[in-house]
Nanobody, 115 residues
Framework: QVQLVESGGALVQPGGSLTLSCAAS????????MGWYRQAPGKERALVAT???????NYAEFAKGRFTISIDGVKNTVSLQMTSRKPEDTAVYYC?????????WGQGTQVTVSS
């Protein structure tokens, strides 16, 4: 059974930094991509960043220059380094994995940006 487990969510002050991590287990063979989405209260889930294994990253406009995604296609892990946090970054962040036509999601980790 495939499982994605996120970690690193926390309460941070505006301007601070935070790194989220996600580890996938139960996967056999090569994966296509891993990434991060987020869902703020009252809003739909939205792309933050994704990365194809051995490919270039794809960032949402709000993430460019502030967030960095890293992926390990052997260990099936992905991390998201976030800097210059803003209150509007408050959301539940979800890890995503794609393998062929299959797609998997983690349970989400809460990130709150507040003073």
């Amino acid at each position: 059974q495939v499982q994605l487990v996120e970690s690193g969510g926390a309460l941070v002050q505006p301007g601070g930094s935070l790194t989220l991590s996600c580890a996938a287990s139960g996967i056999s063979g090569s994966i296509y991509s891993m990434g991060w989405y987020r869902q703020a209260p009252g809003k739909e889930r939205a792309l933050v960043a994704t990365r194809i294994v051995a490919g270039i990253p794809n960032y949402a406009e709000f993430a460019k220059g502030r967030f960095t995604i890293s992926i390990d296609g052997v260990k099936n892990t992905v991390s998201l380094q976030m800097t210059s946090r803003k209150p509007e970054d408050t959301a539940v962040y979800y890890c995503n994995l794609r393998k062929g036509w299959l797609e998997y999601w983690g349970q989400g980790t809460q990130v709150t940006v507040s003073s």
